[in-house]
C-alpha cells in the first residue's frame, strides 16, 4: 500500500526522547505514515525499540553523525531499500525536538494547498517569525534550522546524489557539524522552483535543557564549546565551497534566489514573509 509520508526520526542515546515522538506521531499522524528512527552512533542499551537504522561503525560510535549525515543516512536507506518512491513526502525530525498536535497532518494540508512549496517547517515557539507569519498561517522564508522538516519527494528527487558520494543524497555531509547545509538546501529549493515555508498551524520547541545540561548523554561537547565547533566547521565549509567569509553572505546569496522566485510567481507576493522592499531611488 502507497504511504503519503515517511517520518525519519535521528537520535543519538535518546530512547525516551523518541517514544515520546513516535507516540505523537501514532496518536495523531499515523494514518498514511510510516516511521524510521535512524541511530546515530547510539549505545546498546540506549538503542530505542523502534529504530530501523543503527550506525554502529568506529566512526559513528565515536562522533555521532549530527543532522547533515544522519538525515542522508535514514534517506539512503529508504533509497537502498526500493521504498523512497513508496513516499510523497519525507518529514525529517531530530529527537530533541518536542512536538504537540496532529503536525504531519497540517502541514501536509499546506503542502497540498502550496504545490510550489518544496520544503516546510513548524515555527518554534520562541521564534520571531511567529508573529510575522500569523496565526494559522504560513509564510515563504529563506532561512530556517533544520529541526523539524517535511520535504515534497518529488523535489528531493530532483537534487538527490545518486552517485554515493561522501557528500551524500541531500545534505553535504561533508561539513559535519550541518551549520549551513539547511541554508544550501533551501537554495537548492528556489533554483528548482520549489519554496521553503514556515507554519504556525503547529509548532516545534526544542528541548535546549537537555542540549545544556546533558551533553554526556548525547556524546557531544559541553554546549558552548560544541556550539564554537558548529560555527567554526560552518564557516569554514562555506568559505571553501562558495567563498563566502560571513553568515549574513550566504543568506543574502540565499536571498537573491527567494526574490528571483517571485519575480517568476508574483502571484505568491503574498506569501513573502515580509513586504517586498522597495527599489533605493
Known amino acids: 500500500m502507497r504511504r503519503r509520508v515517511a517520518i525519519v526520526i535521528l537520535s543519538r542515546n535518546l530512547p525516551h526522547a523518541v ?22 552512533g547510539t549505545d546498546r542499551d540506549k538503542l530505542s525499540e523502534h529504530h530501523t537504522t ?21 534517506v539512503m536507506e529508504l533509497i537502498r531499500s526500493g521504498r523512497l ?27 497540498e494547498a502550496h504545490p510550489q512549496v518544496g520544503i516546510i517547517s513548524p515555527c518554534g515557539e520562541t521564534w520571531p517569525e511567529q508573529d510575522l507569519v500569523g496565526p494559522d498561517s504560513l509564510r515563504y522564508v529563506w532561512h530556517i ?14 537534487i538527490i546524489d545518486h552517485q554515493g558520494t561522501d557528500h551524500g ?11 549551513g547545509t539547511d541554508t544550501e538546501l ?3 529549493g528556489y533554483i528548482n522552483d520549489y519554496a521553503t515555508a514556515l507554519s504556525t498551524a503547529c509548532s516545534l520547541r526544542e528541548d535546549q535543557e537537555l542540549l545544556k545540561t546533558r551533553a554526556d548523554l548525547i556524546r557531544t ?18 568559505r571553501r565551497k562558495y567563498g563566502f567569509t560571513t553568515r549574513l553572505q550566504f ?31
Open 19 to 40: 517514544d515520546r515522538l513516535v507516540s505523537t506521531f501514532r496518536r495523531y499522524d499515523l494514518e498514511e505514515t510510516d516511521i524510521y528512527v535512524v541511530e546515530a
Open 54 to 74: 543503527w550506525a554502529s561503525w568506529d566512526e559513528a560510535m565515536r562522533e555521532g553523525l549530527r543532522p547533515a549525515r544522519g538525515f542522508n543516512l535514514g
Open 85 to 111: 518512491q513508496d513516499y510523497d513526502f519525507l518529514f525529517l525530525v531530530r529527537a530533541t525536538v518536542q512536538l504537540d498536535g496532529p503536525v504531519v497532518t497540517r502541514l501536509l494540508d499546506q503542502m
Open 145 to 158: 534550522n533544520h529541526h523539524a522538516w517535511m520535504l515534497r519527494r518529488c523535489f528531493v528527487d530532483l
Open 169 to 179: 543524497p541531500i545534505f553535504d555531509g561533508s561539513n559535519f557539524r550541518s551549520y
Open 186 to 188: 533551501i537554495v537548492k
Open 221 to 238: 561537547d559541553p554546549y558552548d564549546i560544541n556550539a564554537r565547533k558548529v560555527f567554526d566547521e560552518g564557516f569554514q565549509w562555506m
Open 251 to 281: 543568506q543574502e546569496y540565499a536571498r537573491l534566489w527567494y526574490d528571483r522566485f517571485f519575480v517568476l510567481h508574483p502571484s505568491l507576493a503574498p506569501y513573502r514573509l515580509l513586504p517586498e522592499e522597495a527599489p533605493v531611488s
